[in-house]
Nanobody
Framework: QVQLAESGGGSVQAGGSLRLSCAAS????????MGWFRQAPGKEREFVAA????????YYGDSVKGRFFISRDSTKNAVYLQMNSLKPEDTAVYYC????????????????WGQGTQVTVSS
């Protein structure tokens, strides 16, 4: 089992920045993918960004490319999502997710989820 704990959400004005953190514990692995999804009210959960732990390869959803950046700290078993140039449409609950194996953009392929952290961007 893997446990994920997010932190760092909050409220910010458009154009601002926030950084989310996700700490993993339990049976983590170098063959591990960790990432972020988000869900806005009335919308489906969507892929934001992810990385493959051992190689550090990063992947981004089209709506956040060039604005959001995912990184990891191996010593803390943590991933971070640096969110810049935030827009009101980025408002959502952000979830950390993990799976053994490669990165995928489908929520159904991630068995491990955090509880989510709210990000609100005002115009």
């Amino acid at each position: 089992q893997v446990q994920l704990a997010e932190s760092g959400g909050g409220s910010v004005q458009a154009g601002g920045s926030l950084r989310l953190s996700c700490a993993a514990s339990g049976r983590t692995s170098s063959s591990f993918a960790m990432g972020w999804f988000r869900q806005a009210p009335g919308k489906e959960r969507e892929f934001v960004a992810a990385l493959y732990w051992s190689m550090g390869n990063t992947y981004y959803g089209d709506s956040v490319k060039g604005r959001f950046f995912i990184s990891r700290d191996s010593t803390k078993n943590a991933v971070y999502l640096q969110m810049n140039s935030l827009k009101p449409e980025d408002t959502a609950v952000y979830y950390c997710a993990a799976r053994y194996g490669s990165v995928y953009q489908s929520t159904q392929l991630y068995p491990y989820w955090g509880q989510g952290t709210q990000v609100t961007v005002s115009s």
